[in-house]
């Protein structure tokens, strides 16, 4: 299924998402006379396809399953993954922040399992592109299978390289590094964004912060943001409602930047 597949029922080919009511979610591709097997019964996909979205359906033991259309959140947090992923509520904030959409090349340094590699390739379109580079060939094979299973790879060039050694792009919309030193691949940064372009980062504690932000000085970057986002979940309960015992707080610190000819702000310094 196409992740911009909205057509009331489901068709043969399509993603689906089989959502028990209260279990976890199942993630199958509909094929004609395949069978969705769990320990809560079996359902012919035969009964699936050609359903609408929301329909419920019980399996063969009585077990109801609600089908439903996957979510870009959904598919990002159950994707298969060796390494920590970026937050729905992170990736959020980045594509608005960065300015992701229709048309746009953003150059990805740390392609990782994927996740954020998904959002940009759904959010740039067919006409688009995202260029993602990890030195690691274990961890691109996995974000390929992922990208491939939301048949959304054909949006992703992904690239075999380290950061140091720079990028070979150029006049690209936007740069986000995934890295755990940023700091130290900003004038590759510059050398691949166009003037205007748009910058982001994430990394975990205050001093890399510190850092990305002197290294983005030197290079003449400005407009200059720093971010943590928190998420509070409710318990959706009607007469008695109130927060979840946990909550998403910390997982990063964010960073944006716009690429300028000069920092404006040097204008001001010790005046």
Same mark, same amino acid.
């Given at each position: 299924?196409?992740?911009?597949?909205?057509?009331?029922? =489901?068709?043969?080919? %399509?993603?689906?998402?089989?959502?028990?009511?209260?279990?976890? #979610?199942?993630?199958?591709?509909?094929?004609?006379?395949?069978? !969705?097997?769990?320990?809560?019964?079996?359902?012919?996909?035969?009964?699936?396809? $050609?359903?609408?979205? $929301?329909?419920?359906?019980? #399996?063969?033991?009585?077990?109801? !399953?609600?089908?439903?259309?996957?979510?870009?959140?959904?598919?990002?947090?159950?994707?298969?993954?060796?390494?920590?992923?970026? @937050?729905?509520? %992170?990736?959020?904030?980045?594509?608005?922040?960065?300015?992701?959409?229709?048309?746009?090349? *953003?150059?990805?340094?740390?392609?990782? =399992? $994927?996740?954020?590699?998904?959002?940009?390739?759904?959010?740039?379109?067919? #006409?688009?592109?995202?260029?993602?580079? %990890?030195?690691?060939?274990?961890?691109?094979?996995?974000?390929?299978?992922?990208? /491939?299973?939301?048949?959304?790879?054909?949006?992703?060039?992904?690239? +075999?390289?380290?950061?140091?050694?720079?990028?070979?792009?150029?006049?690209?919309?936007?740069?986000?590094? &995934?890295?755990?030193?940023? @700091? &130290?691949?900003?004038?590759? *940064?510059?050398? +691949?964004?166009?003037?205007?372009?748009?910058?982001?980062?994430?990394?975990?504690?205050?001093?890399?912060?510190?850092?990305?932000?002197?290294?983005?000085?030197?290079? #003449?970057?400005? @407009?200059?943001?720093?971010? /943590?986002?928190?998420?509070?979940?409710?318990?959706?309960?009607?007469?008695?409602?109130?927060?979840?015992?946990?909550? *998403?707080?910390?997982?990063?610190?964010?960073?944006?930047?716009?690429?300028? !000819?000069?920092?404006?702000?040097?204008? !001001?310094? %010790?005046?």
């Amino acid at each position: 299924m196409s992740m911009n597949n909205y057509d009331a029922i =489901s068709k043969a080919g %399509d993603l689906v998402q089989m959502s028990g009511v209260r279990h976890k #979610s199942h993630f199958i591709r509909l094929k004609p006379g395949a069978v !969705f097997q769990t320990h809560r019964g079996e359902i012919n996909h035969d009964d699936l396809i $050609g359903k609408p979205w $929301g329909l419920k359906i019980l #399996s063969h033991t009585g077990h109801p !399953f609600f089908l439903m259309r996957p979510g870009l959140a959904e598919l990002i947090t159950e994707i298969k993954r060796n390494t920590q992923i970026i @937050y729905p509520k %992170d990736i959020g904030y980045i594509i608005v922040r960065m300015g992701i959409g229709p048309g746009v090349h *953003v150059l990805e340094a740390g392609t990782g =399992s $994927g996740a954020l590699t998904t959002a940009f390739a759904f959010f740039v379109g067919d #006409s688009g592109k995202v260029t993602s580079y %990890d030195n690691r060939e274990q961890m691109q094979n996995l974000a390929r299978k992922n990208l /491939e299973r939301v048949d959304l790879l054909s949006n992703v060039v992904l690239k +075999s390289g380290d950061a140091g050694d720079g990028f070979e792009e150029r006049d690209v919309d936007a740069v986000f590094l &995934d890295l755990p030193n940023p @700091y &130290d691949y900003i004038p590759q *940064v510059k050398a +691949s964004l166009k003037l205007g372009g748009f910058f982001g980062t994430i990394v975990p504690t205050t001093n890399q912060v510190s850092r990305i932000l002197a290294a983005l000085r030197a290079q #003449s970057f400005s @407009y200059v943001e720093v971010c /943590e986002l928190m998420l509070r979940f409710y318990k959706p309960e009607w007469d008695r409602l109130r927060p979840t015992d946990r909550m *998403v707080a910390h997982t990063g610190y964010l960073v944006f930047a716009r690429s300028v !000819f000069e920092n404006p702000e040097d204008d !001001f310094v %010790d005046q």
